[in-house]
């Protein structure tokens, strides 16, 4: 039986600047890559109508069509990891896996059990920093201590960074030969076919160029729409930095954020359940299922609210200063747990991830580190002249919005404010023991 390696693909679906797949192809053995169909995450997607797993499942055609040109192919699986590795290592003399690191707290607990039981049957397993620049306590406070708080951070990132952590890897094609696979299908997973259509991620500079001034404007479609690509990885990071350092400090910058987010959850998993700052965990939310049914349906009676929960729920994404106005509703005007909200958009976001959407829910409701003080209310109809002043937004995805504003606004704006800031004040007073 021939000695081989495994790659093993997660978060980062492309051949180009791989950094894990580039370590494996030089391990000495040939390399078999592989993707599993994780049985314990697809479990929890009640929709099998699912836009995310018909991305992933149209970027590995596309991989395997381009491993067919080195005269191999990509190995699927469905299960769960753990049990995948264990039939895989009865059936191949496996000699090392190789992947890129995750640092979701499920991942990590995921990993390292695999790494056990590989260890344990003398197999290496070998983990590369592939979707961040900087990853853990590389970007620390100088006690090393991690930052919690952004702008610091993002100082630190810049004067960290070099050239150097943009250098693209690459491959030496030294890939198992093998028969041309087809990749396991949608039905076989128990997932249908969408709508949508995976096209290769694309820089533009004519987005780009203009992101610090036109990004807030949601009429003008002026974002990258990177966020599903990034978070699958299909693009690398290391190609966005070098572009944003070219183009655009502003979307650097947000490309920091990201990596401050993940840090964030690395250093502190509590705040998968729990608010970062403890003290929120005594906000007396309302909790009103009704008026929550009404913001994910869209029928609150604010436009602009309800243009980006019925574009969410059409499509699957939401312009990024749409999404700070309606959580800011819900958890404001509403009073409704954050959580709620980031469940909600856990289900629907095609480009969700979970260090992101946790940390701007948490600083939409003011309980995350760095977020937005409580007492910022957000106004609908001020964000919407301020933002949409042309309504061109708002009547692309709610075009009977002057029949929302009279007959159905389910909450004076005035008296929400009042009524968020007495409830902080309560909570955060009994938290104190005033």
Known sequence: MKEISIFWFRRDLRLEDNTGLSEALQSGYQVIPIFIFDADILGQLEDKYDRRVDYIHQALEKINAELKEFGTSLQTYHGKPLDIFKKIESEYKVKSVYCNRDYEPAA????????????????????????????????????????????????????????????????????????????????????????????????ESAIIDHYDKNRDFPALDATTHLGIALRFGTISIRTCVKFALKHNETWLNELIWREFFMQVLFHF??????????????????????????????????????????????TGQMHNRVR???????????????????????????????????????????????????????????????????????????????????????????????????????????????
């Open 324 to 434: 700070m106005i309606v959580a800011s509703f819900l958890t404001k005007h509403l009073l409704i747990d954050w959580r709620w909200g980031e469940a909600y958009f856990a289900k629907k976001l095609l480009d969700y991830d979970l260090s992101a959407n946790n940390g701007n829910w948490q600083w939409a409701a003011g309980c995350g580190c760095d977020a937005a003080p409580y007492f910022r209310v957000f106004n609908p109809d001020e964000q919407t002249k301020k933002f949409d002043k042309d309504l061109k937004y708002v009547k692309k995805w709610n075009p009977d919005y002057e029949k929302s504003i009279f007959e159905e606004r389910m909450i004076d704006h005035a008296f929400a404010r009042n009524r968020a800031l007495e409830a902080y004040k309560k909570g955060l007073g009994e938290y104190n023991g005033k």
């Open 269 to 314: 998993p509590k705040v998968v359940k729990r608010c970062f700052k403890e003290k929120y965990e005594h906000i007396p939310w309302r909790n009103n299922e009704e008026e929550f049914e009404k913001w994910c349906k869209g029928t609150t009676g604010y436009p602009i609210v309800d243009a980006g929960m019925r574009q969410l729920n059409q």
């Open 108 to 203: 990590v607990k995921r990993d390292t059990e695999v790494k056990e039981f590989l260890n344990a049957k003398n197999v290496d397993f070998f983990d590369y920093k592939d979707q961040v620049i900087f990853e853990k306590g590389e970007v620390t406070k100088d006690n090393h201590e991690p930052y919690t708080v952004y702008t610091p951070y993002s100082k630190k990132w810049k004067k960290t960074f070099s050239p150097e952590n943009i250098q693209m890897v690459l491959n030496h094609k030294n890939f198992h030969q093998s028969d041309f696979n087809s990749i396991i299908s949608l039905k076989e997973i128990g997932f249908e076919k969408t709508d949508l259509k995976f096209e290769l991620p694309t820089l």
